[in-house]
C-alpha cells in the first residue's frame, strides 16, 4: 500500500531535523516555526503559518484555530516545544484532520529528543461539516 504524501513527508522531515541539528532545543514555538517556514520555502515547498480552520457543527461555525504551518495544501504541520509528544497533542492534530479536507498531520516535536508522529484521516470518513483551510 502507498504511503499519501510520502516524498512531501520526507521533505519536511529533512527540514525538521535540519532545523532541530542547528537549533537544538530549549526555544520558543515561534522560533521554531518561522525558522520551519525557511527551511521549507528554500526547498521549494509552497507553505503559509498560521492558517485558519474553521470548525463547524450541524453547518454552523463554533469556532476555529489556526495550524502552525501547511505545506503544499496537503500536511498539517502542528510543532511543539514539549518533553515529548502527549496525547493531548495528537488530538489536536486529529481535530484539525477532521474540521479540513487535509488528509495528513505531522506532529514535529522540538523537545529534548527530536520526535514526530504522523497521522492520516482520510476524507471518506469525514463528516459533512468539513470545510477547507484558509
Not at 23 to 52: A, D, T
Not at 73 to 99: C, M, R, V
Not at 105 to 128: A, H, V, Y
Amino acid at each position: 500500500m502507498a504511503i499519501l504524501y510520502k516524498e512531501l513527508s520526507d521533505k519536511i522531515l529533512r527540514a525538521f531535523y535540519n532545523v532541530y541539528n542547528s537549533l537544538g532545543y530549549g526555544f520558543l514555538e515561534k522560533v521554531y516555526e518561522n525558522s520551519m517556514m525557511i527551511e521549507l520555502i528554500e526547498s521549494g515547498l509552497n507553505c503559509s503559518n498560521q492558517s485558519r480552520i474553521e470548525v463547524f457543527y450541524k453547518k454552523r461555525k463554533v469556532g476555529e484555530y489556526f495550524a502552525d504551518i501547511l505545506v503544499q495544501d496537503k500536511i498539517i504541520l502542528e510543532l511543539k516545544t514539549s518533553e515529548s509528544i502527549a496525547t493531548e497533542h495528537e488530538a489536536q492534530l486529529l481535530n484539525y484532520l477532521k474540521a479540513t479536507e487535509i488528509e495528513v498531520g505531522l506532529l514535529l516535536n522540538f523537545g529534548k529528543t527530536p520526535q514526530f508522529k504522523r497521522m492520516i484521516f482520510e476524507n471518506d470518513f469525514k463528516s459533512e461539516n468539513i470545510r477547507s483551510i484558509s
